[in-house]
């Protein structure tokens, strides 16, 4: 079993910075691609960002150029860095493992952009 725990959410003025962590613990042997994913009230869940397990990120058109993906391979962590931060990025953010091919979920963290 693998576990995630999220932090780093909260409570921001538009313009702002937050940066979203994410550790894996448990039985890792292989991950294959860490993700962030968020979901908004009355939305369907989407994703953020992803990094694949040579390095390979993809980002959401939406978060292009302001947020970033990283990944700490000996802290079995991954990070979100969000700057310019905008109201419409308010949600949910969820982080993803695909580990030895099953994934797993994080229990989600608010992050809430005021105007």
């Known amino acids: 079993q693998v576990q995630l725990v999220e932090s780093g959410g909260g409570l921001v003025q538009a313009g702002g910075s937050l940066r979203l962590s994410c550790a894996a613990s448990?039985?890792?042997?292989?991950?294959?691609?860490m993700g962030w994913y968020r979901q908004a009230p009355g939305k369907q869940r989407e994703l953020v960002a992803n990094?694949?397990?040579?390095?390979?990120?993809n980002y959401a058109d939406s978060v292009k150029g302001r947020f970033t993906i990283s990944r700490d391979n000996a802290k079995n962590t991954v990070y979100l860095q969000m700057n310019s931060l905008k109201p419409e990025d308010t949600a949910v953010y969820y982080c993803?493992?695909?580990?030895?091919?099953?994934?797993?979920w994080g229990q989600g963290t608010q992050v809430t952009v005021s105007s």
């Open positions: 448990g039985s890792i042997f292989s991950i294959n691609a």
């Open positions: 993803r493992f695909m580990v030895s091919r099953r994934e797993y």
């Open positions: 990094i694949i397990s040579y390095g390979l990120t």
